[in-house]
C-alpha cells in the first residue's frame, strides 16, 4: 500500500502559488520544516509551474507524413509494371519448359492420384 500523502506538499504548494513563484524554495523549505530538494522534488512531480503560468495548448496528431501541398516526393516510387516483387526477373518473362510440362500434367491428373503421389 502506498505511504499517505504529506499535508505539507499541499499546504506549500498553495503558499507558492500565493507568492506569484517569487517566494524561493528555500525559504519556503525552511517554513515548512522540510528540506529544499523535497520542494524541489515536489514542484517538479505536481508541475506547480504549469499552474502558475498556465501550460501550453496540447498538440494533437495530424496526419502521418509531410506537410500538406508537399511535392517533393511526387513522382518517386516503383515505375509502372515493374517486377521488383518477382524473386528473379527471367521468370517474368519466361517459363521453363519443365515448367510448363508440371502445369499441364496437373491440370490434366485428378486430385486423388497428386495426394498418392
Do not use: C
Request: cysteine-free.
Amino acid at each position: 500500500m502506498p505511504r499517505p500523502r504529506d499535508p505539507r506538499r499541499d499546504e506549500a504548494k498553495s503558499v507558492w502559488l500565493n507568492s506569484k513563484g517569487e517566494l524561493k524554495l528555500v525559504d519556503l523549505a525552511e517554513q515548512m520544516n522540510v528540506t529544499p530538494s523535497t520542494i524541489r522534488k515536489w514542484k517538479a512531480q505536481d508541475k506547480w509551474d504549469n499552474e502558475l503560468k498556465g501550460s501550453a495548448p496540447k498538440h494533437t496528431r495530424g496526419h502521418p507524413g509531410g506537410q500538406p501541398g508537399n511535392q517533393n516526393a511526387k513522382g518517386q516510387g516503383p515505375p509502372k509494371r515493374n517486377t521488383n516483387a518477382l524473386k528473379f526477373g527471367f521468370f517474368s518473362k519466361y517459363l521453363p519448359e519443365e515448367s510448363l510440362d508440371i502445369m499441364n500434367e496437373i491440370q490434366d491428373r485428378p486430385p486423388e492420384d497428386m495426394l498418392g503421389d
